[in-house]
């Protein structure tokens, strides 16, 4: 079955590093892996998306890779702010319009 | 804002009665979602839906129904709540574009005793 990890449950970085999140999968071929963003009580919100044949897309401070070798993908946020202290999920879509979730990565960025 | 609205955000009931959540979008999206996400699960669907009366099932559907009858509408009804039902439950629709990003709702959490 399929089978979608983020690396780890919590992360705690400075002010002014770069925060790294893992996504691993298995027993999937997605033809495209968001990410989204959620706060405490909110629901998520869509950041970026990149699609399997593209490596590597970047949005303002954020990075995305994706490797279809290695069923990966990590998501950079650099110069990390308190604001950006959240939940981030990773998911994988094909064209079917359903995606599959991961658990989520908690990020704190300590001023 | 993607003009979603979940009814209601808040809902305690007892096991063994029915429970009907309404998602209203504003923007008449073919697609609508409905999730439920507990911790270390993340998000799981349960049913979604690709128009009017047209829906299918999700990985975790069992004990949960759905019925879509005007577009702007998609409402999840638990037939028999059951405490393992507890949960926050998020709409959520996509555009359909070519990126299929999914805009969610604020969300409802209920809790069945």
């Known amino acids: 079955s399929q089978k979608i990890e983020q690396n780890s449950e919590a992360l705690n970085i400075q002010e002014g590093k770069t925060a790294t999140l893992t996504c691993n999968y298995t027993n999937y071929s997605p033809a495209y892996l968001q990410w989204y963003r959620q706060d405490p009580g909110r629901g998520p919100v869509f950041l970026l998306l990149?699609?399997?044949?593209?490596k590597e897309k970047r949005k303002e401070r954020l990075k995305v890779t994706f490797d279809t070798t290695l069923k990966q993908s990590l998501f950079h946020i650099t110069a990390s702010q308190p604001a950006d202290s959240a939940t981030y999920l990773c998911?994988?879509?094909?064209?079917?319009?359903?995606?599959?979730f991961g658990a989520g990565t908690t990020v704190t960025v300590r001023a | 804002d993607a003009g979603i609205t979940q009814s209601p955000r808040h809902k305690v009931t007892e096991t063994g009665t029915p429970v009907t959540l309404r998602c209203h979008q504003t923007?008449?999206?073919?697609?609508m979602y409905w999730y439920r996400q507990d911790p270390g699960h993340g998000l799981r669907l349960i049913h979604y839906s690709y128009g009017v009366k047209d829906t299918d099932k999700g990985e975790v559907s069992d004990g949960y129904s759905v019925s879509r009858s005007k577009t702007e509408d998609f409402l999840l009804t638990l037939e028999s709540a059951t405490s393992s039902q507890t949960s926050v439950y998020f709409c959520?629709?996509?555009?359909?574009?070519?990126?299929?990003?999914?805009?969610f709702g604020p969300g409802t959490r209920l809790t069945v005793l």
């Open positions: 998911a994988l879509g094909g064209n079917d319009y359903k995606l599959s």
């Open positions: 959520a629709i996509t555009p359909a574009s070519e990126g299929h990003e999914q805009f």
């Open positions: 923007e008449n999206h073919r697609y």
């Open positions: 990149i699609r399997e044949n593209e």
